[in-house]
């Protein structure tokens, strides 16, 4: 009853299609077609064996207004009409990987590569009117039909021109937002001026109850700047258009609504509810587990099994292919490496396994630490919130929350590695946190994680900067069980690891200036002496602090907020508390003002460029810190962090230009041709739940030098591509691994974080 759907048949044959008509307006209206598919390969196929299955629309015909009438059966008014003029937005949504022939380095394939959508936009001479029912007929454009049918009720017939929160809001969400507005492509913005003072409602879907009613009110111009990177998107605007805002802040009942605007349609349906946040999270985090390595994922914990990656005592082929070179990451010369210069290292095999995977490259990094940093960090902001049993992980069941097990993962490969290299004599007592297979070969095609045996990989020397990041992460780990009263299911004593493995580092390096180890040390010295109180502690703290100032952004971030948060051995001196809450205070400042100035609200550092999960990803720990830092002392300031933190979340899970809830798996229109091998490769039509990808990418160059390469999307538009808004250039890219991959610590983890501090609190009786 939403939209007028035409569902694909079992036997289409990939011709043009119609998938939906939709009223964008009164006086505009919808047509979207999709030309065809393409069929990928699959585990032990060449990727060359991809075809695709397309029969292009006419984009001539389809932007020949005389293509097109409009009819009303029951509004004699309206008469049979041709729309006034017809435009157009196309970009390709499936891609295939092979490659015909290269010219002058670049890509060039003799057969189709890929397939389009289009939205076809038919501006109407006059209005729709509400109640009345209207057939658009397109005789010779689409295969699945030439005349469509619907009946005009903005209550029930979805429009993209509104946003909503796809997911839910909370009912304790501060401020609830709906918005309008649309990039129609060649025909440009979308007026909303006249939709300004009309009215809104929630309605209840199942009864058609309007719940609630507002008027509409206008946001902010589509000439707004919303970054302070000058090239990433017209105007500096992500929309590309005029927003006007629908302001539900006042309701808050339970239910199942919609929000539908007078004279222009509906969204897609959205819950409000306490929890609303909850399942979002339950899903990246789960998606965490499914991408450890060295493990099995087996039922009953998943249903997308898949043996244990690189773990030389369980993968079979992969015993002594795990080698420990002497040589640290930072001395590596590229990020695969120099097969003679690691080789010349090589000391002999490990038998260490269990760190995370990435979308493809399946290889450990220093910087996966930051999982751990943000798990513990949302457990601590909100402790209620996470339980034991709610995420169905091996770990479930011990008595300590499943947030906290995940946290623990990478920590439990650091203490595994260190304490191996310690029993055969090739350490001293540091880690290296770079473990990769690039400089010896690639995994092959259609291989998964699992059966990548027919190469080396080596895992990178001790290094001060790894060592510091499990310092810290030992002694935050520390914290936070003790937090809970529970002692380490594994029996390690996480607070001594901490206390050596700072030591080593600070004897082997770790007091140099700079900024990763800046960072990590103080990262690593907070978390330490917030734990033990020690006076040596807090001296390193104070230098760093001192150093860093208030230029603390992201990763920078965790050695303050742990400072911040409450919950010291001994209460640190005044003016390093000062300057602590005041890095964060002022982190957490400028996402707020971000948020006030962009069209939809969505927080962030307003410098930060389109890329690694900006348009995709809540990098909003710094406004959970500030919100939890002056919760009791200053409500009024704190109140204005959660009010962001909730746009800011509800902008990524559907509340943006397409509607999207950029998280796999949920809800209606989620990411789908993501890249991940393993996912590929499954067996299932659909990669796990819970992936989080890159997303839109700023533009590098005009063309793109193959399928893999995110630019190669830019040939396939409609207009060109530098007209596009930058929260529109999502084009299902699988194999454009800039767009569509994934970190577990840029994406993954973030995302985790901020949804399970909105979850609200975990069942009772999982607590």
């Known amino acids: 009853m939403w939209v007028v759907a035409i569902a694909a048949s079992a036997a289409w044959a990939g011709a043009s299609e119609v998938r939906e008509v939709l009223p964008l307006t009164e006086s505009i209206l919808l047509l979207h077609f999709d030309d065809g598919y393409v069929v990928h390969h699959k585990k032990g196929q060449k990727r060359s064996d991809e075809r ?44 295939a990987w092979f490659v015909d022939a290269w010219i002058d380095g670049r890509a060039v394939n003799n057969r189709p590569d890929h397939a389009k959508e289009h939205w076809i936009y038919l501006h109407l001479p006059r209005p729709l009117t509400e109640g009345k029912r209207y057939i658009v007929r397109a005789p010779g454009l ?57 009215r809104f409602w929630l309605v209840e879907p199942a009864s058609g109850e309007r719940a609630f009613e507002g008027r509409v009110a206008f946001r902010t111009a589509g000439t707004e700047a919303e970054t302070g990177q000058a090239d990433d998107t017209p105007n500096r605007n992500f929309v590309g258009a005029d927003t006007a805002e629908c302001d539900f802040s006042a309701f808050h009942k339970p239910g199942t609504y919609v929000l539908a605007i007078e004279g222009v349609g509906c969204s897609f349906p ?23 390595s060295g493990i099995a994922l087996i039922k009953p914990h998943t249903e997308f099994e898949r043996p244990a990656p690189h773990n030389p005592l369980r993968t079979p082929g992969f015993r002594g292919k795990l080698m420990y070179t002497t040589v640290r990451w930072q001395d590596w010369g590229s990020e695969g490496g120099d097969r003679a210069q690691l080789e010349a290292g090589f000391q002999g095999p490990l038998d260490a396994w269990g760190w995370y995977q990435d979308a493809g490259d399946w290889d450990s990094y220093p910087s996966h630490i930051r999982v751990a940093q943000e798990l513990l960090l949302a457990w601590e902001i909100a402790p209620e919130n996470f339980a034991d049993g709610d995420l169905n992980i091996p770990e479930s069941g011990n008595g300590i929350p499943d947030i906290v097990d995940e946290a623990a993962w990478l920590p439990r490969f650091c203490h595994r590695l260190r304490h191996e290299l310690l029993r055969k004599g090739w350490g001293t007592g540091g880690v290296g946190l770079r473990v990769a297979g690039d400089a010896f070969g690639g995994d092959g095609e259609g291989v998964p994680s699992y059966e990548d045996v027919n190469r080396t990989w080596v895992v990178s020397g001790e290094d001060p900067d790894s060592t510091l990041r499990y310092a810290g992460a030992a ?10 009263g529970k002692k380490d299911p594994g029996g390690v004593d996480w607070a001594g690891e901490a206390r050596q493995a700072f030591r080593w580092a600070m004897d082997h390096g770790g007091r140099e200036a700079g900024g990763e180890l800046l960072r ?42 742990l400072l911040a948060l409450p919950g010291w051995k001994a209460k640190p001196p005044a003016s390093v508390l000062e300057a602590a809450r005041k890095a964060v205070l002022a982190v957490a400042s400028q996402s707020l003002e971000s948020g006030r100035r962009r069209a939809m609200r969505w927080g962030g550092n307003f410098q930060f460029p ?16 500030a919100w939890r830092m002056l919760r009791d002392e200053n409500p009024i300031k704190s109140r204005e962090f959660y009010e962001a933190l909730h746009t800011t979340a509800d902008y990524f899970l559907g509340c943006n230009p397409l509607n999207i809830a950029w998280v796999t798996g949920l809800e209606e229109r989620h990411p789908v041709n993501v890249f991940h091998l393993d996912g590929w490769y499954n067996g299932k039509p659909t ?3 819970g992936i989080v990808p890159y997303g839109p990418w700023r533009k590098a160059k005009d063309l793109g030098q193959g399928p893999w390469d995110y630019d190669w999307a830019n040939q396939t538009v409609h207009p060109g591509i530098d007209q596009w808004p930058g929260a529109e250039r999502w084009f299902e890219q699988r194999y454009g691994v800039l767009t569509c991959e994934f970190t577990i610590h840029q994406n993954l983890a973030p995302a985790a974080a901020v949804y399970g501090i909105l979850a609200g609190p975990a069942s009772p009786a999982r607590r």
């Open 52 to 95: 695709v299955v397309v029969r292009p629309l006419d984009v001539v015909q389809a932007q020949d207004p005389s293509a097109y009438s409009v009819s009303s059966t029951d509004d004699p008014a309206f008469g049979i009409l041709k729309p006034l003029r017809v435009s157009r937005k196309s970009k390709g949504t499936d891609f």
């Open 142 to 198: 689409a295969d699945n039909g030439s005349s469509w049918s619907f009946r005009y009720d903005p209550a029930r017939v979805r429009s993209e021109a509104v946003h909503a929160n796809i997911v839910g809001y909370s009912t304790v969400a501060p401020r609830k937002f709906g918005y309008l507005s649309h990039w129609l492509g060649d025909g440009g913005p979308l007026d909303v001026r006249p939709f300004v003072g009309r």
């Open 270 to 292: 959205f819950q409000i509810r306490r929890d609303a946040y909850r399942e979002p999270f339950r899903l990246v985090a789960r998606a965490l587990y499914h991408n450890r």
């Open 475 to 484: 002694a935050h780990l520390a914290h936070v069980l003790a937090k809970i």
């Open 520 to 561: 990590s040390r103080l990262y690593a010295s907070a978390a330490l002496f917030r734990l033990t109180g020690d006076a040596g502690y807090l001296a390193a703290v104070e230098r760093d602090l001192s150093a860093v100032g208030e230029d603390v952004w992201l990763e920078n971030l965790h050695g303050p907020v």
């Open 610 to 625: 389109m890329l690694i999960g900006q348009q995709t990803t809540p990098h909003a720990m710094e406004l959970a810190a």
């Open 687 to 689: 990669v796990h739940p």
